[in-house]
């Protein structure tokens, strides 16, 4: 075994066996960092928020990932608040002025038609922060923003046919809508509807009530312990979700089964822990992020492909209840769908060898001219998507589908081998690999493909850092974000040698 195989299996090791520890690591959020500031600030020196806050505006005036665009305006208004409320440096007086720029020069991409792949209750968050800035004097026109409101009206009325959960998507988005602190809608987790914004604006709410002191208490420990979750260790610099446990557990040992490493006997003593625990962690109605969140169909999916390709027995039917018509939805009720949801169910059904033609019809029809797939409500990375898609139609004989993406990607690699949406990124580049070397076996794989793959493994392994975690955010909730844990284990996966050197511990 060389030194970069053995460094790179002792890496997963430990992640592997952190998996769910602290609630999953995830990155901080712009826009809950925002709103915690705004309703609910630490009781230590906000200034270090502040000026976290300060520190991610964009070169062009706005906050957010400048590859995903429909993310920003969100996290941008909401700094501009928070800033707002703290306005007393010239240096935070210019940032807000520049943010309204962004967001003004921003506006038109929310005019009808509205795309598939908007961020996690922007319909319902968007409308309500402008309705706060414009009490503020903040002069945005809300003309551009029709086509949402009228989509958060449509959302607010579900929301009002039924009854407040805890630990439900409604309640993940409370801030926006809720007005009565009801200590019952606290979960598992401590908190609302595992968001920091929305446990911050209950707080609020529930603000010198004497009877919700103990609920209170609860809420504000949760937002210390999203908090630690960022590892930025800033008081109220929290994240847009948590905890995650389960969506972390059960994605890094899905990248392990994508990359062929699930079986590999150096890992099997972290290994077999995890997937006895996430056995146990699956309801009937599937599984969610976290033990104390609904289930929804990815989790699910993700989860039950992980049991099927270690040998569980496992019930398709637990998986087949998410299927709506054509496709895979993430949530019941949910108002757009997911193509990276409906492919990772495909490729579980596939490994459960259950027919899949109608949801496989839904993502061939989903590919634009160029061979890609974009417009992912959980992803903001086409490449992320397109190789997601790649990965679930393998083997489907679907060859001149698969060729057209896969010519697509390889004219999108950059000049040093990598992948990424901005520049070579370590994640987008991973799922690339894999999908190729998912795809070597087959009869299409081309010479170039080859030497596309063999140069995209050499960047991988010249980036490579030893338990590094640093990385871009692509993955979509109310903001971008980056779930630590397992962009790093899909990184490692696909730096790990394709044939490794099998030995135990």
Wanted: proline content about 6%; aromatic content about 8%; charged content about 20%.
């Amino acid at each position: 075994m060389d030194r970069i195989t053995d460094i790179l299996l002792t890496d997963l090791r430990h992640l592997i066996a952190d998996l769910g520890k602290g609630g999953g690591m995830i990155s901080p959020s712009i826009y809950d960092t925002a709103q915690v500031l705004r309703m609910a600030p630490p009781a230590e020196d906000v200034w270090p928020a502040i000026n976290w806050l300060l520190e991610q505006q964009q070169p062009d005036g706005g906050w957010g990932n400048p590859a995903v665009p429909l993310a920003r305006d969100l996290s941008t208004l909401a700094a501009v608040l928070a800033l707002q409320a703290y306005n007393q440096r010239k240096t935070t007086h210019a940032a807000i002025q520049a943010g309204l720029a962004f967001l003004r020069r921003q506006a038109h991409q929310w005019e009808h038609p509205l795309p598939d792949d908007l961020p996690v209750g922007i319909e319902l968050l968007l409308p309500c922060l402008l309705e706060e800035a414009a009490l503020m004097d903040l002069h945005l026109s809300h003309e551009p923003y029709a086509a949402l409101v009228n989509l958060g009206n449509r959302r607010r009325r579900m929301i009002a046919q039924l009854p407040l959960q805890a630990g439900t998507t409604a309640v993940h988005s409370w801030e926006a809508f809720g007005t009565v602190p009801d200590p019952t809608l606290i979960d598992g987790s401590g908190g609302i509807g595992h968001s920091p914004a929305a446990t911050a604006a209950w707080l609020r709410a529930a603000d010198r009530q004497p009877d919700l002191a103990d609920a209170c208490a609860s809420a504000r420990h949760y937002l210390e312990q999203a908090a630690a979750a960022t590892g930025v260790n800033i008081p109220g610099v929290v994240p847009t979700a948590w905890p995650i446990t389960r969506f972390e557990q059960s994605f890094v040992l899905y990248a392990l089964v994508i990359a062929a490493l699930i079986d590999h006997p150096a890992l099997q003593a972290v290994i077999k822990p995890q997937i006895a625990d996430l056995a146990l962690a699956l309801r009937s109605s599937g599984l969610g992020y976290s033990d104390f969140f609904v289930a929804d169909g990815d989790d699910t999916a993700v989860a039950l492909g992980v049991l099927q390709a270690t040998g569980a027995k496992v019930d398709h039917g637990m998986l087949k209840q998410y299927q709506q018509d054509t496709h895979f939805c993430t949530y019941f009720g949910e108002l757009q769908p997911s193509l990276s949801v409906t492919a990772r169910a495909v490729h579980t059904l596939r490994l459960m060898g259950i027919e899949t033609n109608q949801p496989q019809t839904y993502l061939i029809e989903y590919q634009q001219a160029d061979g890609r797939w974009s417009g992912d409500k959980w992803n903001g990375s086409w490449i992320c998507t397109t190789c997601q898609i790649l990965i679930a139609l393998n083997g489907s004989g679907q060859n001149r589908i698969i060729e057209r993406g896969i010519q697509c990607l390889l004219d999108h690699q950059h000049p040093d081998g990598g992948w990424g949406t901005s520049g070579s990124a370590h994640e987008e580049t991973a799922y690339v690999v894999l999908a190729l070397r998912a795809l070597r076996n087959q009869h299409m794989f081309l010479p170039v493909w080859e030497h596309a793959l063999q140069r995209a493994e050499q960047w991988m392994r010249h980036e490579y850092r030893p338990f590094d975690q640093r990385g871009t955010k692509i993955w979509v909730a109310k903001e971008t974000y980056r779930p630590e844990r397992f962009a790093r284990a899909i990184e490692l996966a696909a730096t790990f040698p394709q044939t490794p050197v099998i030995e135990a511990d």
